[in-house]
């Protein structure tokens, strides 16, 4: 018998159950966000009414693939600029000269201690963490960005410097270690104006380690979108 044939019916079901198109791919929160983006820009321009946004939106909520997500924009020019299978450029590998200052905007210091940033708190451009015999938790996962490039100089010396990020920003790994750890999780947002979490520095004989945390995102990302929207309107309706 010939290994090599094969039913034809049988080919034919395989052929059927093979792997989904994009568009059958289920949809995530990011491009969820990226289509009300783009919903809202088409209000601000007046190509959408109040009602036909809303509608759109709550659509957009209950969409399960990135199919039916498309069904929502196909007619606005914005969804043909950039296609929903496209991914956006990557962050920059280092920040962009002059953005981020030489002196630290914050220091965390802990020396035979422990110290922490957490919770809802303004990440500075630049943040100093020194861990001497003592251990850094930095988390940013429900802090608030003022700025788009954040830099954290790390030096873990007989210590550690754990450093947690929200889900959709970009996170990138800059430094060393020395008879140390030094380790970042590379991260590429899916939002062209998230922003990027640079670390840099150096473990010495200690550990450096930055990470996403699941489940948390920036909120005000949309929040500074949906401010542009409403200046757009106040523009367009005279206010």
Do not use: C
């Not at 914050?106 to 630049?126: E, L, Q």
């Not at 430094?175 to 473990?203: H, I, K, Q």
Request: aromatic residues 6%; charged residues 30%; proline residues 6%.
């Amino acid at each position: 018998m010939d290994l090599q044939k094969q039913d034809p019916q049988k080919q034919d079901l395989q052929k059927q159950q093979g792997a989904p198109t994009a568009s059958e791919f289920r949809a995530s929160d990011a491009e969820r966000d990226r289509i009300a983006d783009i919903l809202h820009d088409a209000l601000a321009e007046g190509r959408l009414t109040a009602d036909e946004h809303a509608e759109r939106v709550e659509g957009v909520l209950r969409a399960k693939t990135v199919g039916e997500l498309e069904i929502f924009i196909r007619d606005l020019p914005a969804a043909h600029r950039r296609g929903p299978g496209q991914a956006p450029s990557p962050a920059p590998h280092r920040p962009t000269a002059g953005a981020i200052p030489i002196e630290p905007d914050d220091t965390v210091v802990a020396v035979f201690s422990g110290a922490v940033r957490k919770g809802r708190w303004r990440a500075g451009r630049r943040i100093h963490a020194y861990a001497i015999f003592g251990s850094v938790e930095i988390d940013l996962s429900e802090a608030l960005f003022d700025h788009q490039q954040v830099v954290i100089k790390s030096f873990a010396i007989f210590g550690s410097v754990d450093i947690r990020v929200p889900e959709n920003v970009s996170l990138r790994g800059m430094g060393g270690g020395v008879l140390g750890s030094f380790e970042v999780d590379t991260l590429d947002s899916g939002e062209p104006e998230a922003p990027v979490v640079y670390v840099d520095g150096w473990a010495v004989l200690g550990s450096v380690e930055a990470r996403p945390r699941r489940g948390k995102v920036v909120a005000d990302i949309l929040d500074r979108v949906q401010r542009k929207v409403d200046k757009s309107l106040r523009k367009h309706l005279g206010h």
